[in-house]
């Protein structure tokens, strides 16, 4: 989104040239070919679940069911929320994967040390531990499955490190200073505790095993550790390399664009700047959605505290200020808390201001529409409640059989359980049917505003649509198709659709401003589509690197991922323009520039700022494969994902909820409002920054420095995780948190309260006027 400034022009409301909606749709359908290929390969090239894994001896030692069952025990007890599988979870705990694969390295050296030097590996001489370390790579790098057969064979080290592991197991699970933070006893039942195990032996035999054909495992050799063998493929530097030529060549290509064509951008100059919208001037229907507002405050203030608490496990998994915390609150139950509000309070904003705007584009209210408002409150308010209880109940193993469908799935950020999921689908249809019923083209004020409408409602449609990939599998499905699916909506929805109706609730909120014209609008809607989807659709794969996927994805995702970096390079050209158009004069008339805005514009400045940030560079740092490879889990991870998340969709979010406070609130009720948004706006700015430059950033390059050093085994452990410096660096988080919490959720929270009162009092006196 850029902002070059162009002149008013006789050609401004003629309609655009149809190349511009072909070359969305051009590259909507490349792109979903080339997404849809790499997720049907997933299903093809996933590690195979052998129905028996035997011993030297040929006796079964566990079953293809035992794995998918320790799977379902890994998701039942939340534990993707503790630890992580191929580097993909939570980061309290090990990454599972990579620690039952490390115990199996090291006992199958141990065998081969007594095997030909009748001593223990520790007290050979160099050259005999190389020796050692080489065979043990050859044996472990041996795919040993028979596919005619289903039948994977274990070597005697390989059978002897699944039995220790099932007691390694079962004592982790005892010590909640040890496992960050777990509830006491989590898992204790042995049939469950041998499951699991099956299931991370798998994930580690998958991760070592050469692909049939290839030289390197099913996992592209991840995690690293170059004890069994597992280091980076030619492929990994040389898709890497290539890369940076595309973004390079992505990047001139945009400017060279921006260059030749003076009109490309968000503000229209030469014309009359009169705002459409004024405040004090809503209707029943809109203060009705105020109330969406007090949660989405409420939700945010929840999740910072819950986010605090999680970085304590971190810092102090053993004590919460000398309050066992986990006995109530577990650090996997508060984890899942974290991901799903920030979820829950986004999109409550996105949805309640696309109504709002929605409204404002007609010029009278439907009857029906207020009390439509307050059904739609209810029913998200009870998705809301009733999945964060059914994940504390499901969590807590108070549901039985029924935790998969009304606790906790246990799938990182789609913990909810799938009865939630699917109340979650029919509200947000409900939602657009509201929308289209609203703004169809028959009921709006002005005509010329219908091509943005249309943008607008087809981006709303998008986002019930592509959350169904959420129902696509379940608890025992392989776990390379589930990342697959997941990351169809961790990334395609959130990172794609969400920006894409992003776009247009910013578009259509400036046009209603008299801040653009609809072809500006129109134009920044589709070059943002171009853009995104350019390299957002197939750079989907780049969350699959490591999670089963072949090299045909690996290629695909790093050549296109890194386009999604040229867009936000962009952001760089606008941020002061949004600020200048609260503070200047209208170039025809000369009078200063009314639009009583200015912290909705400066939340929009700082989703620019936290877009290149957060999305631009920190997201492009760990985007490399060979990059990747090394960093995947690793705090590099959440200290993008903070920046990015709360940074770009938080602060827009924010933005749209001031921009609504605004507009239902008259200039005396917004006195005392303005005052909380102004100090929100610097406490979680500020305190964002603390956390990503105390302790997110510093915490992750040092982690990943321990992985080049001594393996990612070592550096997701607890050896490391629990070791003093690592602790330092995590009580660093404290004052950003404070800072962010005291000073940027608590006056939010304030600040939609006395917008609520103050359209409430302003109902009143209507009615009594009346």
Known sequence: MSVVTQPLTAEDDDPLSPWWIRAVLIVMVFGFAGLITITMLAYRNAPPIPAQVVDAQGVMVF????????????????????????????YLGPDYSAEALHRMGEETAAAIAQQHYQRPLAVLTSSQQAAVRAE???????????????????????????????????????HPSRNGGLKVGLITDPAELRQFTAFVTWAAWASVAARPGEDYSYTNNFPYDPSVGNLPTPSALLWSALSLLVLLAGIATVLLAFGKFDYLGWITRGHHVHPHLLPGRSSRGQNALVKFFVVVALLL??????????????????????????????????????????IFWIATAYVAAALFLGRSVRADEPHWFAAWVHTLFAAFAVVIGGSLLGEWLGISQQLGQWWFWLGNQGWEYLELGRLWQYLLVAGLLVWFALLWKLVRPNTLAEAASKPIVKMFL???????????????????????????????????????????????????????????????????????????????????????????????????????????????????????DFV???????????????????????????????????????????????????????????????????????????ALMVFVLRQTNDDAHWVGIEKYVKVAFWGTNIGLAMMVAMSLFPGGVLQVWDVVQHGYWHARGFDYIGSERSRRIEWLRLPGDLVFIIFGAVPLVIASIKGYLGVRAADRGECESR
């Not at 040993?144 to 080290?157: E, F, G, I, N, S």
């Not at 649509?465 to 697959?484: I, Q, R, S």
């Not at 004069?585 to 620019?608: E, N, Q, R, S």
Request: proline share 3%.
């Open 136 to 174: 043990t790579a050859v044996a472990l790098k041996t795919n040993r499955y028979d596919a005619v057969t289903a039948t994977l064979h274990l070597t005697a080290p390989e059978t002897a490190a699944y039995r220790q592991q099932i007691s390694y197991w079962t004592d982790y699970f005892r």
């Open 458 to 576: 087809v981006a709303a449609l998008a986002i019930p649509v592509f959350y169904v990939p959420a129902l696509f599998f379940g608890a025992k499905t392989n776990y390379t198709v589930v990342d697959t699916w997941r990351f169809w909506i961790i990334h395609l929805w959130v990172e794609g659709f969400f920006e894409f109706f992003a776009t247009t609730v910013v578009a259509l909120t400036f046009y209603q401003l008299g801040l653009t014209r609809r072809n500006v609008a129109l134009r920044v809607i589709y070059l943002d589509a171009i853009l995104y989807f350019l390299g957002g659709l197939i750079g989907t794969g780049h969350h699959w690197y490591f999670t089963g996927q072949s090299n045909v994805n690996m290629a695909l995702s790093a050549l296109f991922s890194v386009l999604e970096v040229v867009p936000l390079t962009l952001l760089t050209l606008d941020a002061w």
């Open 301 to 342: 203030l929840a999740q910072s505290l819950v986010g605090g608490a999680v970085a304590h496990y971190r810092a102090d998994p053993g004590s919460f200020y000398g309050f066992h915390l986990e006995r109530i609150f577990p650090s996997n139950l508060m984890r899942t808390w974290h991901l799903q509000l920030a």
């Open 580 to 654: 200048r158009t609260t503070r200047g004069t209208c170039d025809v008339c000369g009078k200063a520039i009314a639009i009583p805005h200015k912290w909705t514009f400066y939340f929009l400045m700082a989703v620019g700022f936290w877009n290149f940030l957060g999305a631009g560079m920190f997201g492009f740092l760990i985007n490399l494969p060979i990059v990747s490879y090394y960093e995947v889990g690793t705090l590099l991870t959440p200290n993008h994902g903070h920046a990015a998340l709360m940074g770009v969709f938080g602060m827009l979010a924010i």
């Open 63 to 90: 079953s293809g069911d035992d794995v998918r069952d320790g799977q379902a025990v890994f998701l039942k007890y939340g534990l993707m929320d503790n630890g992580s599988i191929w580097g993909h979870g939570a």
